[in-house]
């Protein structure tokens, strides 16, 4: 089963709007929540990280929120861009790295 | 600074057929990994190692070898080849074993298995 569900699966925004993508988790047990993007051909990179003893994180257009009791969080991008364009994928994991569970992955477009 | 360089970036293969991809890091990381990338199931972790001389099984690593010799490198071995292994294959590297940290990724090697 898929212990990260991330929605939705493709998302278009026009420019200078916000993009929303949301993804929840089961296993109480995660204390780590990264975002990474994918542009095509290459290979995911770090976005955004969060643990949960914050509710939100914000580096510059990007902002992660955390609901730990409804076991869900969002990335908002603000003023969405046309390079903004990517997969992006939600993940959780707990106590080492090879616990890490990757969401489906959102492809946002954005329009000029 | 090269990072993680991945071999080869595409490949056909038919059943039954044996490769390796290859995966190698100049940033002295000690945790690589690799995972296949599917349609609608995100990253799934195949195997991993925190160290040379030591690897592990990941989430799913039926079908697929691995070794890990020297830090730097860290190839994944196909042994009889499937149409479900079909899909792109990432090698990611971390400083340290931490839950926490970067993941570090290849471009990925793409594969199709006839």
């Known amino acids: 089963q898929q212990q990260v569900k991330q929605s939705p699966q493709s998302l278009i925004v026009q420019k200078g709007g916000i993009s929303i993508i949301n993804c929840a988790y089961e296993n109480t047990a995660f204390d780590y929540f990264p975002w990474y993007q994918q542009f095509p051909g290459k290979g995911p990179a770090l976005l955004i990280a969060?643990?949960?003893?914050?509710s939100e994180k914000k580096e510059g257009r990007f902002t992660i929120s955390f609901n730990k009791s409804a076991k869900q969080f969002s990335l908002h991008i603000m003023d969405s861009q046309p390079g903004d364009s990517a997969t992006y994928f939600c993940?959780?994991?707990?106590?080492?790295?090879?616990?890490?569970?990757f969401g489906a992955g959102t492809r946002l477009t954005v329009k000029p | 600074n090269a990072g993680v360089t991945q071999t080869p970036k595409f490949q056909v293969l038919k059943t039954g057929q044996s490769m390796t991809l290859q995966c190698a890091q100049d940033m002295n990381h000690e945790y690589m990994s690799w995972y296949r990338q599917d349609p609608g199931m995100g990253l799934r972790l195949i195997h991993y190692s925190v160290g040379a001389g030591i690897t592990d099984q990941g989430e799913v690593p039926n079908g697929y070898n691995v070794s890990r010799s020297t830090t730097e490198d860290f190839p994944l071995r196909l042994l009889s080849a499937a149409p479900s292994q079909t899909s792109v294959y990432f090698c990611a590297s971390q400083w340290g074993t931490g839950s926490t940290g970067e993941l570090f990724f290849g471009e990925g090697s793409r594969l199709t298995v006839l």
């Open positions: 969060i643990r949960p003893d914050v």
């Open positions: 993940a959780a994991s707990k106590a080492r790295r090879d616990d890490m569970r």
